[in-house]
């Protein structure tokens, strides 16, 4: 099984930068799409920025031009930097893997994800 650790959450003002880490432990593949979802109360987790093993990047029209999503498959580790906030930018940070880890399409359990609240 694959475990998850979202952190590099925090409070900023508008305007300003924070950049998150997801530590990935288990067995997976360096090939595997990781990606990077948000969650406001209320709303369904949205899926913001996916990076493949070989580093080709998409994001969500919302966020497209600010952040930017990189690996390190050697540490098993992804990162989503985080430019520009805006308070609509406020949900819980979560990462996983869009395609699946295991070959089936199998999400990894959830992590408990990282609070990012954007201030106006």
């Known amino acids: 099984q694959v475990q998850l650790v979202e952190s590099g959450g925090g409070f900023v003002q508008a305007g300003g930068s924070l950049r998150l880490s997801c530590a990935a432990s288990?067995?997976?593949?360096?090939?595997?799409?990781m990606g990077w979802y948000r969650q406001v109360p209320g709303k369904q987790r949205e899926l913001v920025a996916t990076?493949?093993?070989?580093?080709?990047?998409a994001y969500a029209d919302s966020v497209k031009g600010r952040f930017a999503i990189s690996r390190d498959n050697a540490e098993k580790t992804v990162y989503l930097q985080m430019n520009s906030l805006k308070p609509e930018d406020t949900a819980i940070y979560y990462c996983?893997?869009?395609?699946?880890?295991?070959?089936?399409?199998?999400?990894?359990?959830w992590g408990q994800g990282t609070q990012v609240t954007v201030s106006s």
């Open positions: 288990g067995s997976f593949f360096s090939i595997n799409v």
């Open positions: 996983n893997f869009p395609q699946g880890f295991d070959g089936k399409g199998d999400l990894a359990s």
């Open positions: 990076i493949t093993g070989g580093g080709r990047t």
